[in-house]
């Protein structure tokens, strides 16, 4: 059974920093690109970013980019996102989520339950 | 980056109702459409790719169809589990981006 749960949220104040962790099971970790998705309370879902399965970026969301930087650790079987800078307007549950495939896919078939990160002062 | 716009936004409907769902994307993505399903307080579930293909284990009453810039989602027949918000995502390029979702309520 995959199992994706994260961990590192809380209460943090702006400008500061965090560090999300998402302990992977149940699947092949390094066969697998990895993401990281975010919901503001109430609201719908954005992409923060994504790593191939050797740690090639795919990229950030526009709105984090040169704040948050995603890494993983194959041996671990962990992805984690290093969040910078931090604002108010970052705060929302951060989802560890699997690519549904090997090939690029791009769809997600496999969601944590998520970590609640609350920027405020 | 490529927009994704869901209509409509929510949807009242009873069991056993048929329920149409659409995506429009700001620019051609081909086929490169997932839907997901969410829950209050749970994770999205991944239920379509490709626009049209269902996710193993989804029930045959959920379909996609669509191309290029216009997609559906169709429930067949409403059942009392599907009540949930309701999300497209186009999986042509990153960044990847999502339709604000559509809600359906008991009416």
């Known amino acids: 059974e995959v199992q994706l749960v994260e961990s590192g949220g809380g209460l943090v104040q702006p400008g500061r920093s965090l560090r999300l962790s998402c302990a992977a099971s149940?699947?092949?970790?390094?066969?697998?690109?990895m993401h990281w998705v975010r919901q503001t309370p109430g609201k719908g879902l954005e992409w923060v970013s994504g790593?191939?399965?050797?740690?090639?970026?795919?990229g950030y969301a526009e709105s984090v980019k040169g704040r948050f930087t995603i890494s993983r650790d194959n041996a671990k079987n962990s992805l984690y996102l290093h969040m910078n800078s931090l604002r108010p307007e970052d705060t929302a549950l951060y989802y560890c989520?699997?690519?549904?495939?090997?090939?690029?896919?791009?769809?997600?078939?496999?969601w944590g339950q998520g970590t609640l990160v609350t920027v405020s002062s | 980056d490529i927009q994704m716009t869901q209509s409509p936004s929510s949807v009242s409907a009873s069991v056993g109702d048929r329920v149409t769902i659409t995506c429009r994307a700001s620019?051609?993505?081909?086929?490169?459409l997932a839907w997901y399903q969410q829950k209050p307080g749970k994770a999205p579930k991944f239920l379509i790719y490709?626009?049209?293909s269902l996710q193993a284990g989804v029930p045959s009453r959920f379909s996609g169809s669509g191309s290029g810039t216009d997609f559906t989602l169709t429930i067949s027949s409403l059942q009392p589990e599907d009540f949930a918000t309701y999300y497209c995502?186009?999986?042509?390029?990153?960044?990847?981006?999502f339709g604000g979702g559509t809600k359906v309520e008991l009416k």
């Open positions: 989520a699997k690519e549904s495939s090997r090939r690029a896919a791009r769809t997600i078939d496999y």
């Open positions: 790593l191939s399965w050797n740690s090639v970026s795919l």
């Open positions: 620019q051609g993505i081909t086929n490169w």
């Open positions: 490709a626009a049209s």
């Open positions: 149940g699947f092949t970790f390094d066969d697998y690109a």
């Open positions: 995502q186009q999986a042509n390029s990153f960044p990847l981006t």
